[in-house]
Nanobody
Framework: QVQLVESGGGSAQPGGSLRLSCAASTFPYDNYYCVAWFRQVPGKKRERVALADSDGSTSVEDSVKGRFTVSWDNATNMLYLQMNTLKPEDTAMYHC???????????????????WGQGTQVTVSS
């Protein structure tokens, strides 16, 4: 079981930036894995924001493309989400998640992630 701890959330004005971090403990280096950022607003469906795969590939969803960048540091087991040009609709609780299969398996099977962090709140308002 991997432990995930998010940090970096807070308040920002529209157009501002925040960088979220997710520290993953006891991460098995010799496995396939997929790590991800999700966000959720109360009363709404959880939304996937970004993925990072053990093969080095990354992707972000269309809703944040051009504004958010995801990165995974193998040396430190840290997952990052750089969020630029923030909008009020980016306000949500952001969670990181991990699963030990390639991301394409998650996508193709629509499986859920088994490992989740507690989340960090991001609020964008003027």
């Amino acid at each position: 079981q991997v432990q995930l701890v998010e940090s970096g959330g807070g308040s920002a004005q529209p157009g501002g930036s925040l960088r979220l971090s997710c520290a993953a403990s006891t991460f098995p280096y010799d496995n396939y894995y997929c790590v991800a950022w999700f966000r959720q607003v109360p009363g709404k469906k959880r939304e996937r924001v970004a993925l990072a795969d053990s093969d080095g590939s990354t992707s972000v969803e269309d809703s944040v493309k051009g504004r958010f960048t995801v990165s995974w540091d193998n040396a430190t087991n840290m997952l990052y989400l750089q969020m630029n040009t923030l909008k009020p609709e980016d306000t949500a609780m952001y969670h990181c998640a991990a699963e030990f299969v390639p991301c394409k398996v998650i996508i193709e099977t629509r499986a859920d992630f088994a490992n989740w962090g507690q989340g960090t709140q991001v609020t964008v308002s003027s």
